[in-house]
Nanobody
């Protein structure tokens, strides 16, 4: 089992920045990559970004590419999502996820085996 705990959500004005963190514990050696997803009210959960633990390869959705940066600290088993130039449409609950499946990039919800509880990000206009 892998346990994931997100932090760093909050309220920010449009154009501002936030950094989300996701701490992984448990059988972290079984994790190949990490992902961030988000779910806005009334909408389906969608892929945001992914990163591999070993090489740090990253992949982003078109909607956040160029504004968000996904990084990892292997020594601490923590991943970070730096979100800049935030827009009201970025408002959602953000979920961290882990996968042991060696498929890259993994953008499907079903491709992730472990999930965090989510953290709320609200961007005001």
């Amino acid at each position: 089992q892998v346990q994931l705990v997100e932090s760093g959500g909050g309220l920010v004005q449009a154009g501002g920045s936030l950094r989300l963190a996701c701490a992984a514990s448990g059988r972290t050696f079984s994790s190949y990559a990490m992902g961030w997803f988000r779910q806005a009210p009334g909408k389906e959960r969608e892929f945001v970004a992914a990163i591999t633990w070993t090489l740090g390869d990253t992949y982003y959705s078109d909607s956040v590419n160029g504004r968000f940066t996904f990084s990892r600290d292997n020594s601490k088993n923590i991943v970070y999502l730096q979100m800049n130039s935030l827009k009201p449409e970025d408002t959602a609950i953000y979920y961290c996820a882990a996968t042991g499946t060696r498929t890259w990039p993994q953008t499907r919800i079903s491709g992730y085996q472990y999930w965090g509880q989510g953290t709320q990000v609200t961007v005001s206009s």
